[in-house]
Nanobody, 123 residues
């Protein structure tokens, strides 16, 4: 499956952005999906996860819980990350990925990655 992330940009602190990740290739609904981010001079970290098909279960990093929402539209083969109340520390390149392994927290369990989209939050 190929993934294409979009929607990044420059936003002021307190603002909102919605990232999209469009998939092509194999049936999209089959995959649990995740968002990760990499800030300058930091390791890439987990942000959010959504289960396959109906997406009935979601998980978030503590740092974004209550501010970010992951969702999916299988008909459009797209997963979204709605980001509200953005903070300067949310500045990073955001990556979407398709999970094949058992642990949504482990990067190595994700088989397919998008190219990343840059989010910059100014103070």
């Amino acid at each position: 499956v190929q993934l294409q992330a979009s929607g990044g940009g420059l936003v002021q602190a307190g603002g909102s952005l919605r990232l999209s990740c469009a998939a092509s290739g194999r049936p999209f609904g089959f995959y649990a999906m995740g968002w990760f981010r990499k800030a300058p001079e930091k390791e890439r970290e987990f942000v959010a996860h959504i289960t396959p098909w109906s997406g009935s279960s979601t998980n978030y990093a503590d740092s974004v819980k209550g501010r970010f929402t992951i969702s999916r539209d299988n008909a459009k083969m797209t997963v979204y990350l709605q980001m509200n109340s953005l903070k300067p520390e949310d500045t990073a390149v955001y990556y979407c990925a398709a999970l094949l392994g058992d642990s949504y927290l482990r990067e190595n369990d994700y088989a397919y990655w998008g190219q990343g989209t840059l989010v910059t939050v100014s103070s």
